[in-house]
């Protein structure tokens, strides 16, 4: 299992803001679990998500020595990309790119074709730097815009994506909308099509769903798999407040109940847990 936690997910959408610092020690407690990510930031508006304006701070005060856990952080255009490249702490650049052109617009003010080419330029881009670019495909499983969605949409745009070179798919049930049976049909199809990109979940869903989610996808052959604490945040473009992040602990007794291993420190989970209660007042 591939684990990314979402704190910057979990964050973004809270309507106090948390202080830089306590933003910073969160993280660091984070650190010390043994994710194999952390989606700790992003450099998008800060008119559009002021809670990560200080995203730079946040990132220039992490201490990477406590693992060997990487940081990934947002961007939506070139232009955020080339300032999270000035972070030398940054080694992931993760950038949503949605199914839905209604919510393409919504999220980044952009159509889906101006969205892809500048994903293209942030590939070429990434080509001299070294680092990895993660994409994210927003309404994966259906959107409540109307839009049209076919799995046959997802393999169209998983082939554009895989002609210039995109290593890293997460499919990304954005407002809760996918259900298990679409789960398994999306892994048990695309995957197989493209072995060279590496297929992840992003789920947002209600509490009692995700032990279905996760099986779903599991046993459709996935491995990547992104969370948050408590399911705490969500997009806050979407404008569903009641579907947050996968919950990172319902990954954890999914892994215990399906006897999959993996390398987190529980202790240091329940410390970094016990944080967020702090944080975010559950």
């Known amino acids: 299992m591939f684990l990314t936690e979402c704190p910057r997910d979990a964050m973004q959408g809270w309507p106090d803001f ?45 201490d990477k020595s406590i693992s060997n ?16 490249l000035k972070h030398q702490s940054v080694d992931i650049l993760g950038f949503p790119f949605s199914l839905s052109e209604t919510f393409q617009h919504r999220n980044t003010n952009k159509s889906r074709e101006e969205a892809f080419n500048e994903i293209k330029k942030i590939t070429a881009l990434l080509e001299k730097d070294g680092r990895i670019l993660n994409v994210y495909f927003s309404m994966a499983f259906g959107n409540p815009y109307g839009d049209v969605w076919t799995a046959e949409e997802i393999d169209k745009w998983a082939q554009r994506f895989s002609d210039i070179g995109i290593k890293n798919i ?11 049976e679409q789960i398994a049909q999306l892994f048990s199809l695309i995957p197989k099509k493209y072995p060279h990109i590496d297929f992840g ?21 996935c491995r990547r798999f992104d969370s948050a604490i408590k399911g705490i945040g969500g997009c806050p473009m979407a404008n569903d407040e009641l579907v947050g992040n996968m919950p990172t602990e319902q990954i954890i007794n999914f892994m215990a109940s399906e006897k999959i291993d993996h390398s987190l420190n529980l202790l240091n989970f329940e410390s970094a847990f016990n944080r967020a209660k702090n944080i975010f007042h559950f």
Do not use: W
């Open 18 to 62: 948390i202080p830089t610092d306590t933003k910073i020690d969160y993280i660091n407690a984070l650190m010390a679990v043994g994710f194999d990510v952390l989606d700790c930031g992003s450099f998008v508006s800060p008119k559009s998500i002021p809670q990560m304006a200080d995203s730079g701070v946040v990132l220039d005060r992490i």
């Open 69 to 84: 856990t990487k940081l990934s952080v947002i961007v939506a255009n070139f232009r955020g990309a080339e300032k999270a």
């Open 170 to 180: 997460l499919l990304s049930d954005t407002t809760g909308t996918g259900t298990a």
């Open 201 to 221: 979940a992003h789920f947002h869903n209600r509490y009692q769903d995700s032990y279905s989610k996760l099986k779903a996808a599991y046993d459709n052959g």
